[in-house]
């Protein structure tokens, strides 16, 4: 098995994200997780895609998306030099004012930043490579209740020169 | 031919304004649709009408380059487009109202896209505004046929309907072809909305481009193994007919020497009796097909896709052999069976490019192969098609060869799904590319009899036989009644065994014949059935009288006879090849050496 993100441009058409949705579990590919927005060219979307499977699956999910009619483009991102980055609120119970130095502490150390607070809660705004998200999560855990977890899914770009553009 | 439809006067003719050749013309969003598919040069459709695409209904009745073809069910327009699109060069165009219209065309779209028929349906739709307040006949169209067309657009403006048809016709054809839906929301037809004609020159889709030439380094590649090979095998596909590759195939093969094994979608590609070809491939495939599969260092796939009732149990399949796959669809490539040397191109251009290749090396003399085909001649000897005549009744495999014989082996053949199926890709040796037309990919029963309604009418002086069985030919039956409106004069074979025989066979094999709900008890009476629907019925089922019957049957070339043939209701279909072996571990009809 192999993580692989996918960056997928793609006419900004209705319907045109179902087909890639729909390719996925049509075909039984996995989708860990899918970020679409629009691009600078508004004609266009850019899908990013975290996906996992053997070199097969990953060839076949390649090939397939890029047979979409809708698709101009696909990367895979993860075998070149990349940049990836993920969001993510978590929402703490933070009653005591022990818990609210810790999550601070916590969020400190991740580079997290408290974006909301209440009498019994914190929202704590973190980004990064999945594996660090997933380490604040294991490490506040043990200091505090999590009340919600909300993930923006991954985005990538190509390191330097290179760029996905129509 | 004329029918009540084309009889009446149009309105929508005496309402045009003097200006209708003028580029200031107006026209209504149905206009523009008929407007397009005239210009696009269609001649046929099949369809349907409903509330939703009324507008085009009355927008055809101002023309007489198309004729409508008024279906008894849409899955049937569906399947008549694709028999059309199958014996021919164009897209079979279907036009259906929303909701139910829309589908009940799925499974002839499924049907379509499985085996890449090029096919444009029109579905109505709910008027824009509606759409998504669950309207009276409102599906979500797009959402339901979208894992089985290539591509599917839905009509915002209606100035766009013209290079959106155009788009869909360039999806349907170019490329891997394939089904393309175009939903048309009806008040995008109707008037008082006029708007201009404006057909784009060129069809241009910056997203789509598909490979039609094979890369000259995979090229080279693909010839230095052929070279090298000491047993070479072609294994062609249906792919071979859609890019018109037949003749080159056939130049190809006599340049290297090779036998060809033909898949079900491939049959006809190479002359059923030419001297290479060893027959079809894979389940029901013949012992020497197999067996040189089986056999060979180099596979040449050519527009084939290692389908799963091709290779039996991929683990198993022709670990020692070299494969050269040639596809113009990528995602074919390496997805059951990895490819040593893919070529990704159209197999017409890339046989002209192996052609080529070879004409350039001097040192290339089309080599003997004297062990290989010696090989080849030994497994041809064990005869594997050979069955037992004896017996009072008519044997399904009888049948084939009489209705060979009665259309001088030169009429085109349409089939249903089942064991009559296998029989006749099996028994009836084809000569040229499509004349053999069956739903291969998925399988579908009651394809058969409206495929070869729209075969018929594309080729109107060619002779057309649906070759069914009892169980298939009831799930289209109604379309007899189409047959005469228009007459379709089609012959419709049924091979009677009474039963859903390959279904039976399976629970023969594999559930040590246990049969559950196989028997079709209560069958029509097929002959006054026929009758009903103004045709002509005959039952044969005097083995000493089949050729007779089925000779005067096919005599009778302007009139529909549906022939009711009583065959024995235990026959299996062999060579069968076994579950989970290699894809030459098959099982050989009894009587034949085994
Ligand atoms: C629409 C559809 N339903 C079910 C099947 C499964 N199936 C495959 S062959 C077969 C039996 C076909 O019976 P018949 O048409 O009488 O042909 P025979 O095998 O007896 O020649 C069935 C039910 C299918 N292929 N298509």
Known sequence: MQQTILSILLENEPGALSRIVGLFSQRAFNIESLTVAPTDDKSLSRITIATSGDHKVIEQITKQVNKLVDVLKIKELTNISHIERELMFVKLNAKTPDARDEIKRTADIFRGQIVDSTNQLYTVQLTGKKDKLNAFIRSIRRQSDIIEIVRSGCVAIARGEKALTA | ?594
């Open chain 2, 1 to 594: 031919m004329l029918t009540s439809e084309t009889t009446r006067k149009s309105d929508a003719l005496v309402e045009q304004p003097p200006s209708a050749n003028n580029s200031n013309a107006l026209f209504t969003g149905a206009e523009l649709v008929v407007k397009s598919l005239v210009d696009l040069g269609v001649k046929h459709i099949f369809g349907y009408p409903g509330g939703s695409v009324l507008d085009i209904y009355d927008a055809l009745l101002a023309q007489e380059d198309i004729q409508h073809i008024l279906v008894r069910h849409e899955q049937a327009a569906t399947h008549m487009a694709d028999g059309y699109s199958r014996s021919t060069d164009e897209v079979g165009v279907v036009l259906v109202t929303s909701g139910p219209g829309a589908t009940n065309c799925v499974t002839g779209i499924a049907t379509a896209y499985m085996d890449s028929i090029p096919m444009v349906v029109l579905s109505g739709q709910v008027a824009t505004h509606l759409i998504g307040d669950d309207a009276f006949q409102e599906t979500d169209m797009l959402g339901c046929s979208r894992p089985i067309v290539k591509h599917s657009y839905t009509c915002r403006n209606a100035e766009e309907i013209p290079a959106t048809i155009a788009k869909a016709f360039h999806l349907a054809k170019s490329g891997r072809p394939g089904p393309v839906v175009v939903d048309l929301p009806k008040d995008k037809l109707s008037p008082p909305h006029r708007f201009k004609y404006e057909m784009p020159e060129k069809v241009r889709i910056r997203s789509y481009n598909p490979t039609i030439k094979g890369h000259a380094k995979q090229i080279k590649k693909a010839i230095e193994a052929i070279k090298n090979a000491e047993r070479p095998v072609i294994y062609a596909g249906g792919g071979v007919i859609l890019s018109g590759a037949s003749e080159l195939l056939l130049e190809f093969t006599e340049t290297i020497n090779a036998p060809v094994a033909s898949t079900l979608m491939g049959l006809g590609c190479i002359p059923g009796e030419h001297s290479h070809f060893v027959g079809m491939l894979g389940l029901h495939g013949t012992y020497e097909a197999n067996k040189t599969m089986a056999n060979a260092d180099v596979i040449v796939a050519l527009g084939a896709r290692f389908d799963d009732r091709v290779t039996n149990n991929t683990s198993k399949f022709c670990p020692d052999a070299t494969i050269i796959h040639v596809d113009i669809d990528p995602t074919s490539i390496s997805k059951n069976i990895h490819a040593h040397i893919p070529v990704v191109g159209s197999i017409e251009v890339v046989l002209r490019q192996f052609l080529d290749a070879l004409a350039v090396k001097e040192d290339f003399k089309t080599p003997s192969y004297t062990s290989w085909w010696q090989d080849i001649k030994g497994w041809r000897e064990r005869q594997c098609l050979g069955y037992q005549k004896e017996g009072s009744g008519i044997k399904s495999q009888q049948v084939i060869e009489s209705i060979y014989r009665a259309t001088n082996g030169d009429a085109l053949i349409t089939s249903d799904v089942g064991q009559h199926q296998m029989f006749a890709a099996l028994y009836y040796p084809f000569k040229r590319p499509k004349q053999w037309i069956n739903s291969g990919g998925l399988g579908t029963m009651g394809f058969g009899f409206p495929a070869a309604m729209g075969v018929k009418l594309a080729n109107p002086e060619k002779e057309v036989v649906c070759i069914s069985g009892d169980g298939s030919i009831q799930m289209n039956i109604q379309e007899l009644s189409t047959c005469l409106q228009y007459s379709i004069p089609v012959k419709i074979v049924i091979l009677n065994n009474k039963n859903l025989g390959m279904v039976k066979q399976l629970q023969d094999i594999n559930y040590d014949g246990r049969h559950s709900s196989v028997y079709m008890d209560s069958l029509p009476d097929f002959v006054r059935l026929a009758e009903a629907y103004g045709h002509i019925g005959m039952t044969i089922s005097d083995p000493q009288k089949l050729d007779e019957s089925l000779a005067q049957a096919m005599a009778m070339k302007d009139k529909v006879v549906l022939i009711n043939v009583e065959v024995e209701e235990n026959e299996h279909v062999y060579p069968m090849q076994k579950k989970f072996g290699a894809i030459d571990d098959m099982w050989l009809a009894k009587g034949v050496d085994q």
